[in-house]
């Protein structure tokens, strides 16, 4: 997992996909830390991604570095606790002009379940699960 972490750190931005009934939907993101060993992101309660994750918790994410590239298929589970909105904000600090710890805004989503995919034009593809 930690090979899927700091690929998406030096990525800086992935794309999240969720579903919205039948229509994908993809969108740019850029939190991800690990808590408690968790690869999780952050989001809006208001926004409408959370809304989709909590209808269907299955995502991709996708992102590349310029030669590499990683999908990601995944659940995102609600971390509803506190330590990991504070976790969150204290690694995004920009952030904290948005979203406070316990303002009932500030969601927390950590993967399970996840298979991320490795790829280049040169190789055979790595797997790993987490």
């Known amino acids: 997992m930690k090979r899927v972490y700091d690929y998406l750190k030096k990525c800086k931005t992935y794309y999240l996909a969720t579903v919205d009934g039948d229509q994908p939907r993809v969108r740019p993101f850029g939190t991800i830390e ?7 992101f952050q989001t ?5 991604v959370s809304k989709q994750i909590h ?17 990601i298929q995944a659940n ?3 971390d ?11 690694a995004y600090p920009e952030l904290k ?33 987490f």
């Open 34 to 40: 690990l808590i408690d060993g968790r690869l999780c």
């Open 44 to 48: 809006g309660r208001s926004k409408h």
């Open 55 to 71: 209808a269907n918790p299955k995502v991709e994410i996708c992102a590349c570095d310029g030669e590499t590239w990683v999908r």
């Open 76 to 78: 995102a589970i609600e």
């Open 80 to 90: 509803p606790r506190i330590e990991s909105q504070e976790k969150m904000l204290e």
């Open 97 to 129: 002009a948005l979203y406070q710890p316990g303002d009932g805004n500030t969601e927390i989503f950590k993967l399970t379940s996840g298979v991320a995919t490795f790829y280049s034009f040169s190789g055979a593809p790595v797997v790993v699960e």
